[in-house]
């Protein structure tokens, strides 16, 4: 060992022993997780506003909301739930005050900042490896192009890491009146949290899990329908355009969580759980990846959680991933999130 390891060691021994210098050392990453956080989301909410797929529908929402939900209370209780009404409310109430132009702007600004910072500041430890995962393709539109759903995980996350369960459940239970997906995120929620009180093996659980994921994926329509939620003529329910590359590298992830081993397994049962519905349902409706994708980033941080071999295929894995999306997207307008304008 040189001089200047030796003098490292000492120096993170010395911090450790020291109790006004771990304050320090956790001040010091707060003060980091809080800038890269305000960075994260300034950049975000700063880039053009009518170039990125999507934006005039967000931008009706700013200006019209409170119109919107008038016209689905006329027709009933269960249209208004159904439809997303805290997301309406939210715009409605910003655009009494605001432009709908600078409406979309806080929106981006306030769900990016808070996903980074609750994401971050409760997984400091990979730090690196987190501002990876939210520069992602699948994580980072969420704050450009599916504002509503980033909104939806920024209030997930507040309740996932809340410290008091008041507090928790009524972030969590928010949720689905923000983002339809989560409605579907809870019902898996409280089906693995109940599975994971039952004495039963591990593949068991997966298969219950299984036709789970086949019942619902089948039913959405249906469902949507029944509600009167405005998705159930929005969206294409049947299994068009896929790749089968995703159900590849996302396949291996599941694997390598399943050779972790029963501990593990029972853990993070929720997010191996929401892992299993996507590649379950995969090939049935591909709506439901922005399910998937609600659970994402804590799917990422407990694969970071991942022992030996396992955590290695895991991160080369989702390298793998980020680098094949993004260059798949090189040629396509703003990386495929925007839209040609000429």
Sequence with gaps: MTNYMKV???CVSEVNRRPHMRVWKENFFLLLIFLFSVGYAAFLSSLPIDVFKDRINYLRYASSSLKTLRLYYESGLFVV?????????????LSLFIKPETVVRILILSSSFFVSWHILRNNKEYFFWIVFFLFMPQVIKNHIVHLRQGVAISFFLAGWYGSG???????????????????????LLCVSACLKQLPLAADIRNLILLCYAVLISLSLSWLGRLLGARQASEYVFSATHVSGLGFIFWSI????????????????????????????SYWLIPVTARIFESMLLLI?????????WQRIIFL???????????????HLPWLGFGVSLG
């Design 300 to 308: 990422l941080v407990a694969g970071l959680r991942l022992g030996g």
């Design 8 to 10: 490292a060691v000492k």
């Design 165 to 187: 369960q008041i507090r928790k459940w009524f972030f969590i239970g928010s949720t689905p009146f923000i983002h339809a997906s989560f409605a579907f995120v809870l019902a």
């Design 81 to 93: 739930l159904s439809n997303e009404p805290l997301w309406l409310c939210i715009n409605g109430f």
């Design 253 to 280: 992830v599941f694997m390598v969580m399943l050779f972790e081993g029963r501990h593990y397994l029972r853990q993070y049962s929720f997010e191996v759980s929401g892992l299993l519905f996507y590649l379950a």
């Design 316 to 330: 080369l894995s989702i390298a793998a991933i980020f680098f094949i999306q993004y260059g798949l997207r090189i």
